[in-house]
């Protein structure tokens, strides 16, 4: 083979290789990022919806303050029961009035407000949570000041004398409780298929030097 023939396999493997390795070295960094988590103290709130902010208050209420970010008036008019009352408007003038030591759980009529808070409150650096529905949403489940929510009724199936008397007994093996295994720190730490990655490197790093070897012949 003359040497011009060499010359141009030459330089089209060493460009196959080329963009190999910036295609393994894309897809790695690309990995990376998604699993590398927001900093901490980054501006950011969460939304829940009224169940889990029930849930919240019922547990911990010590540890949560529910903000109203509604006006005066409608909060006087009606109000979730334990909720303390900062309007919108007034939220920039009073923030220190918020102990930055609890969460926040804010709502309004039906959110809109409460976003708006949220954002202002998380750039704070307080941990908030969106109360997503708001006032309108929780009194359809929950009480507040001046209303309770109506029971659901459940209508009562009615059974054949030979369905009644039957009594089914679940088999332990047909219901089985998945128990999630906890991954190891280190596992959680490793990109899926970077063994294989490197693999692939090395090979064509090899190739490249064979190829260095039968240019210089």
């Not at 930055?100 to 307080?126: D, P, W």
């Not at 309108?136 to 009724?153: D, G, I, L």
């Not at 899926?192 to 490197?201: H, N, Q």
Request: aromatic share 6%; hydrophobic share 40%.
């Amino acid at each position: 083979m003359d040497r011009g023939n060499k010359n141009k396999i030459f330089f089209g493997v060493l460009i196959l290789i080329s963009l190999s390795l910036l295609l393994l070295l894309g897809s790695s960094i690309a990995y990376a990022a998604e699993l590398t988590p927001p900093l901490p103290g980054a501006p950011n709130y969460i939304n829940i919806d009224v169940e889990k902010a029930h849930e919240m208050l019922e547990a911990n209420l010590e540890q949560v303050i529910l903000l109203d970010v509604r006006t005066e008036g409608e909060y006087n008019a009606e109000y979730i029961p334990g909720a303390i009352n900062i309007p919108l408007s007034d939220l920039e003038s009073r923030i220190d009035e918020l102990d930055s030591s609890k969460a926040i759980i804010v709502y309004c009529k039906t959110g809109s407000r409460s976003r708006t808070a949220s954002e202002t409150l998380a750039q704070r650096g307080f941990v908030v949570y969106n109360m997503e529905g708001g006032i309108t949403a929780w009194k359809e489940k929950f009480a507040t000041s001046t209303s309770t929510p109506k029971p659901t009724q459940t209508p009562t199936p009615t059974l054949s004398p030979a369905v009644a008397t039957a009594t089914l007994t679940p088999s332990p093996a047909a219901s089985p409780i998945l128990t999630p295994t906890p991954v190891p720190e280190g596992e959680r730490r490793r990109i899926p298929g970077f063994e294989a990655s490197v693999a692939i490197m090395m090979l064509l790093i090899l190739t490249l030097f064979m190829l260095l070897r039968m240019r210089g012949e």
